[in-house]
């Protein structure tokens, strides 16, 4: 049996909708979610900030239903001015908790602006506003799949460390193996700020594979396998899926993991099970 622990530390994302029947829809996912009492919820940002607009006004959404929220703040094709005026708003709409990624380049789209790095991005938003945020930064435990090698994505995590983050939240990914070994290794770099695992759901097979070839995510082969046998058999995929991110959760509690950040997709299903099965939230 899991351990029961409501008190452990439990945080949510969500992507802003593009249509005025998503938000509708996710109003109300958001409200079954709440029964958690997430620590935060995250909303994310588009390629380039092609979102910004939609992130803003769900965080302000969030902020208004008295759920603490953290934007998702990208630098790709950012200057100092645009970041600055940004940083403006959120303090004026009440944030008080970013999440500083360098951010993914649109299709077709040149690097440009004035911050190259995450790390920049980190830095600067320190100078300018001190403490007023608490900065989220992310970390890959199976590498960047844009990275060089291991060793300089972990470079690039111990620089987003030093530049003044407050604590990390991970890609997601299934074997908890490799999360323990990366806080092991950041640890020794002397990146020794808290990490908290991204959970992602299991809900839909090719869902999966689709997100997780773009991200890098490994998917265990014996998970692959599994999910593959069951083709078109959506229940069993659930099922298997409840079971798996379950398991991974426990273990990753157990091993002294300092919270869990949920991936949502928007949805709540998923999220609220898993959690019940760990005796976690409410």
Known sequence: ???QDPSFPLSLEFFPPKTAEGMVKLRGQRQALYALKPEFCSVTFGAGGSTQEGTFATVAEILAEGVPAASHFSCIGATRATVRAQLETLRAMGVKQLVALRGDLP???GAGGEFQYASDLVAFIRAETGDAFRLEVACY???HPQARSPE???QAYVAKVQAGADSAITQYFYSADAYFRFVEEARAAGADIP???GIMPI???TQLMRFSDACGAEIPRWIRLRLQGFGDDVASIKSFGLDVVTALCEQ?????APGLHFYTMNQSAA???IAKRLGLGG
């Open 152 to 154: 300089a994505d972990l």
């Open 107 to 109: 299709s077709g789209y």
């Open 271 to 273: 999220t609220l099970e």
């Open 195 to 197: 990490v908290v695992p």
């Open 141 to 143: 435990p199976e590498v």
């Open 252 to 256: 990753l509690r157990r091993g002294g």
């Open 203 to 205: 809900g839909s097979s």
């Open 1 to 3: 049996m899991p351990v």
